[in-house]
């Protein structure tokens, strides 16, 4: 049985109003979302393929990390659980990043976190009900599969790549 979780919903200034079952979630109500964007000394960034079970953008690439914010949450505490669920990764120095609002399909905050780890993507241990694979991209290849398959990917990762991969 898959545990309910009630998800942090917050106003426009991001102040905590309440908390809802994700059934229960409204298309007007904002929520908190944090997400990591994880580079290594090459400069390539770690994207994550989202499982094709996922409710939103199954199967698109991403950061190497994200996740809403339950009740009882901050973003750091939350990127640090997702952090070691999803990719197995437990001591990590994280560097706080932007906060920014979503309004599209979804309208949430996202805080960005960053860091740094040199690791082989086969070596992550991958939590499968969340992520179908890894990998790591240079700027290169991820600008050509971009613009080859821009569905395939969400559209933070166009963003990143114009704020972060210089």
């Known amino acids: 049985m898959v545990k309910k979780r009630r998800v942090t919903v917050v106003n426009q200034r991001d102040e905590i109003i309440g908390y809802k079952f994700d059934e229960d979630l409204l ?4 929520y908190r979302v944090s997400t990591l964007w994880l580079t290594n000394s090459k400069r390539e960034v770690l994207l994550a393929q989202r499982a094709f079970s996922k409710s939103h953008d199954p199967g698109k690439w991403g950061p190497a990390v994200a996740g809403t914010i339950e009740e009882g949450e901050t973003y750091e505490q939350n990127i640090v659980k997702e952090i070691e669920e999803e990719i197995g990764i437990t001591e990590i120095m994280l560097k706080l990043g932007s906060k920014l609002e979503r309004k599209a399909k979804y309208h949430y905050f ?3 976190f960053f860091a740094t780890l040199d690791k082989p993507a086969d070596s992550f241990k991958i939590q499968k009900s969340e992520v179908e694979q890894v990998k ?3 700027k290169k290849e991820l600008i050509s599969e971009l613009k080859k398959n821009p569905e395939k990917f969400l ?3 166009k963003e990143y790549i114009t704020l972060f991969m210089h």
Do not use: E
């Open 27 to 30: 298309p007007t109500d904002i």
């Open 110 to 112: 996202v805080q960005w």
């Open 136 to 138: 790591w991209f240079s």
């Open 155 to 157: 559209s933070s990762i």
